[in-house]
């Protein structure tokens, strides 16, 4: 079953087609980072007129990418649509979701709806040719405890087979991306984010900064990271005061803050596998590129980076393996969808 997905939750616009939720056929991703570097920041109206004018051409070069000339040529190649239908931006999700609704009804092909951030945990199951022998060649056992780490989200899962989940806890406040990327912008790296910090982050002998490692002895399953923010705000702060805020100490500041938050996503997520017996840890989401906490889990499932972050291929494998085909006139953006299932 061949499923052409679209992803436009947030800045990113992505296209992709996937063959049995394993196999990539084509997989493109236009990002306009470059334009949010110029902002500060995404601002919303921006990212949706940006979105508006790649869609189609995206979705065109994911099928011609697969095989198809383009969109001309989607019947009988293609069996169903996916698109991201939340949580996200609205206008992102409304470009996305109207030209899927469209193409659906356009060349009668089933409409499956897909939640972004649930759907990245498929991420691990795909490039294997088996859904349950992942890209580096372990086998992924059930039941798997499976951490989805983005900008906007922190939520760990119990997953008891490909199709059954049961929410665990997630973040009271800031996500671990959003306190990667909030970091950046107080060292001075702009809107590069993770990616930043990570590159930035060089251990020093005499490191002088400690962080606090937040509600890392707390018992339930749950995440809060903006006091961690705070936390580097006053350093920076204490640091710009005594004249001391430099590549040095930015490096260190870096560093810490990436052990802090790693340090909290490893405990909490062992904890989960301890207590639910999993036999699989899997991680993913675009925090899950990072080095640092791939090196503190080497036992855990991880896709390649560039599966982690945004992209639509992990749509159309969550599709495949649990998505139900919907009306297309039932189908809305939910910019607040839940992630707790
Ligand atoms: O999953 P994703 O692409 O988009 C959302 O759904 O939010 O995740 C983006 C987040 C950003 O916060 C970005 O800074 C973070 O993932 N990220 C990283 C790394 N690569 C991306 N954080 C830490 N280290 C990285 N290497
Ligand atoms: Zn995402």
Excluded at 27 to 39: D, F, I, L, P, T
Excluded at 194 to 216: F, V, Y
């Amino acid at each position: 079953m061949k499923i052409l997905a679209i992803e436009t939750s947030c800045d990113e616009t992505a296209a992709a087609v996937v063959e049995d939720g394993v196999k990539i056929l084509s997989n493109v991703v236009a990002s306009s980072a470059a334009m949010h570097e110029k902002y500060g920041g995404i601002v919303p109206e921006v990212a949706a007129r940006e979105q508006l004018k790649c869609i189609i051409p995206t979705i065109n070069e994911a099928l011609s990418g697969s095989g198809l000339k383009d969109l001309q040529g989607l019947t009988p190649f293609i069996d169903a649509i996916a698109v991201t239908v939340g949580p996200g931006l609205i206008g992102s999700l409304l470009v996305g979701v109207e030209t899927a609704k469209t193409i659906a009804f356009a060349f009668k092909k089933p409409i499956i709806p897909v939640n972004h951030v649930i759907a990245h945990m498929y991420a691990n199951f795909i490039q294997s040719g088996s859904a349950l022998k992942v890209p580096q060649g372990l086998t992924l056992s059930f039941p798997a405890i499976s951490l989805v780490v983005s900008g906007g989200h922190t939520e760990l899962y119990l997953m008891e087979s490909i199709k059954k989940l049961k929410w665990l806890g997630g973040t009271l406040d800031d996500a671990a991306g959003e306190c990667f990327d909030k970091t950046a912008r107080l060292l001075g790296f702009g809107s590069r984010g993770g990616p930043a910090i990570a590159a930035a982050a060089t251990k020093s002998a005499n490191l002088q900064i400690t962080l606090p490692r937040p509600m890392i002895r707390d018992e339930t399953l749950n995440f809060s990271f903006s006091g961690l923010k705070t936390a580097i705000l006053r350093e920076v702060n204490k640091l710009k005061a005594q004249n001391q805020f430099n590549n040095v100490t930015i490096q260190q500041l870096a560093f810490e803050v990436q052990e802090a938050i790693t340090d909290v996503l490893v405990e909490k997520t062992v904890r989960a596998a301890r207590k639910h017996r999993a036999r699989s840890i899997l991680l993913s989401g675009g925090v899950a590129a990072n080095k640092r906490l791939r090196e503190k889990l080497p036992d855990a499932i991880v896709p390649s980076p560039n599966l982690c972050t945004d992209n639509a291929v992990y749509i159309a494998s969550y599709a495949f393996f649990r998505g139900t085909p919907t009306a297309w006139h039932n189908i809305t953006a939910i910019p607040d969808l839940s992630v707790e299932k």
